[in-house]
């Protein structure tokens, strides 16, 4: 009887420690992580021109003149990034990015189109009309990172900013026609001689980093990025620019604040970490 006592004793002495060794166990806490991360990005609409005047053909009597209606939406992209983050204490860090960020778009073209022979800008406008657009950016970001454990499955938001390197035009319009001879003939509708290659860009996240095992991390984040990109704010109403021999409509441009929600799923790689406590 006395044994049962004893074993029993030992038993719960036993379980009591191994539940306080528990209790102590703390897990290791990421402090300087790479990530290459990949996603996906959408948006709204950019701009919309309702009325542009466009060349059609001269006449004895002066100039006859088509009008478009032009516009640009945005269609889903592809981004993909290169970051680093450090934390020195166990809920705040720094973090800086490289990314780059497809922000594709579709081009739209319809209009009033005097009779011609050739019915150059009806041709070059149909061919102009959903033709899609491979902008990009190139993001150049600094910021902070909060996470809201220090290991484990790690919650977080995020908060960056910084330099916009962009890429072709998110103004020009122009369609392509072929010619009796077989040669292409480009159609300016809009035309961007004076292209815009800097803006600024912030990105704003909320995600997750859930461990993998030793030394790698899947993170999945959520973000809104947020650029200023240049759009027509008028049409192009110098004709004597638009019927001369270069015939390249230069609208008035400014910048609009775009929101582009996007998904990033990513690859960390923990380059220094702090050891948990195990007692």
């Known amino acids: 009887m006395r044994s049962r006592r004893r074993v029993a004793a030992l038993a719960i002495a036993a379980a009591a420690l191994g539940a306080g060794r528990l209790a102590g166990q703390t897990p290791d806490q990421p402090n300087l992580i790479f990530t290459i991360s990949g996603g996906y990005l959408t948006g709204g609409r950019l701009w919309s021109l309702p009325r542009q005047l466009a060349l059609a053909v001269a006449t004895p009597n002066g100039n006859a003149w088509d009008t478009v209606a032009l516009g640009r939406r945005f269609a889903p992209g592809f981004a993909a990034s290169l970051s680093a983050t450090y934390f020195k204490s166990p809920h705040l860090g720094y973090t800086a990015e490289v990314g780059y960020f497809g922000i594709a778009t579709v081009s739209e073209c319809s209009g009033s189109f005097a009779p011609t022979p050739s019915g150059q800008n009806?041709?070059?406008?149909?061919?102009?009309?959903?033709e899609?657009?491979?902008s990009d950016a190139v993001g150049l970001l600094g910021g902070l990172m909060y996470r809201f454990t220090k290991g484990g499955d790690q919650p977080y938001l995020r908060a960056a900013g910084g330099l916009a390197i962009l890429g072709s035009s998110f103004v020009e319009e122009a369609g392509t026609v072929l010619t009796s001879n077989g040669t292409a003939n480009v159609v300016y509708f809009l035309s961007d001689r004076t292209h815009k290659e800097l803006s600024w860009m912030l990105s704003l996240g909320a995600g997750m980093m859930l461990p993998l095992g030793p030394g790698y991390q899947l993170r999945i984040e959520a973000r809104d990025l947020i650029t200023a990109l240049p759009y027509p704010t008028g049409p192009a109403t110098d004709t004597t620019q638009i019927a001369g021999?270069?015939?390249?409509?230069?609208p008035p441009i400014g910048f609009r604040v775009v929101h582009l929600p996007t998904i990033m799923v990513g690859l960390d790689v923990v380059l220094e970490r702090k050891r948990g406590h195990r007692y």
Do not use: H, T, V
């Not at 009806?122 to 959903?130: E, R, T």
């Not at 021999?245 to 230069?250: H, R, S, T």
């Open 132 to 134: 899609n657009f491979r």
């Open 122 to 130: 009806q041709l070059a406008c149909s061919s102009l009309n959903k």
């Open 245 to 250: 021999d270069n015939a390249l409509p230069e």
